[in-house]
């Protein structure tokens, strides 16, 4: 327990340092926030990171082995019908569970959160079951890609082009601490019951599907909702308030977020129960481990939660306002970059994902090379979404011939590259760009006249995962290419050695 506690205390410190360095340096260059935000954020910072060590923990003794068991438990049952209701059921939980989506609901003003939160968990959980029967029917992740995302976007031009960028930020949320860990864990073992020469493409490409439903499901949502009520979540009033006053305001809305959690993760723990009771029989060490990683995961996310809502994110839409009401508020444009690169390098299962290609590849894209090719997406395309807000530019002219590369690439370069290129820019996208990058380009589109927050100021997290694909696919496109040199080479020289021995 103590080797996982410092493990996960030097993930969170490593997400929370780059982005506190960030608005130290704004704070006392272009953008002073007023010492009530300092006193938000300081605290808010200091529930985010304790919150995101518990709620890691909590993570790897309880969500993960959970959706092992259960994955293991369905396969062996060998019945469809089961097999895709319980897939759902766990899916829609999860999402409902996931932190990043609460962040982002309390940003909408005009979908009611529950709405949001259910009509987004309905979409993971119809689209896991499509992944899982992917992998189980062996259809190729390109091809099944290469339908589903068009599907999305004429859905979006039938109905609610003005949620768009909402449905791509929501589909990039999605996917963050605990929907990707429980998928992986879910996906793995399907793939590996599978077997078969495509079991390693298998492990990716999960959570890229089930990243999809949740657009079409917002975009399905936002015919019924007026998109011109673009509030966004407004900072509590604790001016002339001393430190009991703050932590009196704090303790409740730790309280508060202590409620929600437990209404989320019942659900979860009396299906494993179910389970544990009809199928699986655990031995009570195991169950033990797993129902205090239940309370690690509870107390981490009612800690996460409350930093980030009370905390967190309001300082960080009042940085967003202070540089946009800038005259020179173009300089969000580099400021974006700086800050897509550094929520990269703030993720950890990104440094699993370019160790794992570098593993693969047997060191033919290095970890250093893929990493700076996802940070340097990441960054560009922030920067991006702060052009396309500033200037007024749709984005559809991103969108399309971004998305028009990527499905390409998905017909040319090796399978699991297209699985990896997928997956790589859902874990670019975590708690980080809920919590800040989203507030922060609200915050500067609000000073911005004419803007419509739900249409403009929305779309910079989901944008974020669009390049990551392109750029691992185009690196896989030269692992292929340097592969078949390499293999050249070596029945040129095996035919010269043939020769001379003749």
Known sequence: MRAVLLEKFKESLLAVLPISAIILILHFTVAPLSERELMLLAVGMIMLFVGMILFSVGVELALLPIGEHVGSALISSRKPTLIFSVLFIFGFIVTVAEPDISVLANQVASIPNTQLIIGISVGVGAFLVLAVLRVLKHWPLGRVLAVIYPLAFIVAILFSQDYLALAIDAAAVTTGPVTVPFLLAIGGGFAAATGGKDAEENNFGISAICSVGPIIMVLLLGMFYDPSSTQYLTQANTSNEGV??????????????????????????????LFQIVKLKLSRSELRKIFVGVIYLMIGLAIFLAGVNNGFLPAATALGESIGSLTFNWIAIPIAFVIGACVLLAEPTAYVLV????????????????????????????????????????????????????????????EIFVGIGFDAGEVATGAMSAAFVLPFAVGVGSQIPGVNIIAESFGIVGLSTMLPPIIVQLMGLIYSIKLKKARKIDLSVSEQSAKEIE
């Open 244 to 273: 009991t006053r703050l932590f009196s305001f704090f303790a409740d809305g730790l309280w508060h977020s202590f409620i929600e959690v437990i209404i989320i993760i019942v659900p979860i723990v009396a299906i494993f129960l």
């Open 355 to 414: 160790k794992r290609v570098e593993e693969i590849t047997d060191g033919a894209i290095p970890r250093f090379m893929m990493l700076f090719g996802m940070t340097s997406g990441v960054g560009i395309a922030m920067a991006l979404a702060m052009i396309r807000l500033l200037f007024g530019i749709s984005i559809w002219w991103i969108l399309i011939p971004g998305y028009a590369l990527s499905l390409t690439l998905t017909f040319i370069v090796p």
